[in-house]
Nanobody, 124 residues
């Protein structure tokens, strides 16, 4: 059973860079032709897809966040990471990592494995 676990700071100051890591267990991050995603859900709003990456390093980004986002993968550590630069309070959200067979996901049913989520608050 594949499991995903997000880790990172719960509180980030405005203008700083948010860094999150998703550690994959129960299977190799290189197995299969799948996409490793970052998704967030701001308070009271729906899911927002941020970015995805394959084991070979092919990355895709949400156009609205692309200028501030970087996703990377470390197959030796079986994890992938997200960096979101110049955060503002509007970046406050529950951040999730997920595995999917499609490059972009907009609903929970479009990914087969999800992390439990990590709350990130942007505040001074």
């Amino acid at each position: 059973q594949v499991q995903l676990q997000e880790s990172g700071p719960g509180l980030v100051k405005p203008s700083q860079t948010l860094s999150l890591t998703c550690t994959v267990s129960g299977g190799s991050i290189t197995a299969g032709e799948c996409y490793w995603n970052w998704v967030r859900q701001p308070p009271g709003k729906g899911l927002e897809w941020i970015a995805s990456i394959t084991a070979s390093g092919f990355a895709r980004y949400s156009p609205s966040l692309k200028s501030r986002t970087s996703i990377s993968i470390d197959t030796s550590k079986n994890h992938f990471t997200l960096q979101l630069a110049t955060v503002t309070p509007e970046d406050t959200a529950e951040y999730y990592c997920a595995r999917s067979l499609r490059a972009i996901i907009v609903a929970r049913g479009q990914a087969d494995y999800w992390g439990q989520g990590t709350q990130v608050t942007v505040s001074s």
